[in-house]
């Protein structure tokens, strides 16, 4: 019971560590995005990594914001072999204004791991900028098949909702993307939490049927 409790507690414990240190993720690959159709990326102050992969043509970003703002960019890629470093990333205003360009042909990308997600990345290069209220659009080009971890914003929140997102795709990031096995893709803060949760639910099933038992026998 003490050994329930204890692991119920680091559950709960648990989602304070996550809010100060990762970002919400964002697995976009295989999704369609184009110039005309670009992918939404709301509250770009809030720290998220967009996990893609560059297809056959460039990703195309749209960041708006009604207000002044503090944009942070920075370009990752999984340290994997044969992985291309040849990244770039454009940030353009609606009247085609350069305000940022990242280009990762020039940068001497540093490994690291990240603990959460347990998994090997490069970091590549990085901006921040403040910028007027507008609409902003974020170009992601590179070699044909090239992954990208593309990290917007640095202030650290996950709500609830985040925490239940990151459930499902933090493995299904290490799996995909990583080339991480099942068992692999389990090995970190999100898998523990899943099995965490697994072994409560069972614990709690386990009490509801002994204590049916127990009124039964007391009824016959």
Aim: aromatic letters at 12%; one cysteine or more.
């Amino acid at each position: 019971m003490k050994k329930n409790i204890i692991l119920i507690f680091f559950i709960l414990l648990l989602p304070l560590a996550i809010d100060a240190s990762a970002h919400q993720p964002r697995f976009i690959v295989g999704e369609q995005n184009s110039v005309s159709n670009p992918i939404l990326v709301e509250q770009p102050e809030v720290s998220k990594a967009y996990y893609g992969k560059i297809e056959k043509s460039d990703q195309y970003y749209r960041v708006p914001s009604s207000k002044e703002f503090n944009l942070y960019l920075s370009l990752q890629i999984p340290d994997l072999p044969n992985q291309s470093k040849n990244v770039a990333l454009e940030l353009v205003d609606n009247s085609g204004t350069q305000f940022v360009r990242l280009d990762g042909s020039h940068h001497i990308w540093s490994k690291f791991h990240e603990s959460f997600g347990n998994a090997d990345y490069l970091a590549g290069p990085s901006s921040q900028i403040f910028l007027p209220p507008g609409v902003y659009q974020i170009k992601i080009s590179g070699e044909e098949n090239t992954k990208y971890v593309l990290v917007v914003g640095q202030k650290e929140e996950f709500p609830p909702s985040e925490i239940l997102n990151a459930l499902y795709l933090v493995p299904k990031i290490n799996i995909e993307f990583f080339g991480m096995n099942v068992f692999q893709s389990m090995l970190n803060v999100f898998g523990f939490m899943i099995i965490g949760i697994i072994a409560i639910i069972g614990f709690v099933c386990l009490i509801v049927i002994r204590r049916v038992r127990r009124k039964a026998k007391s009824e016959s």
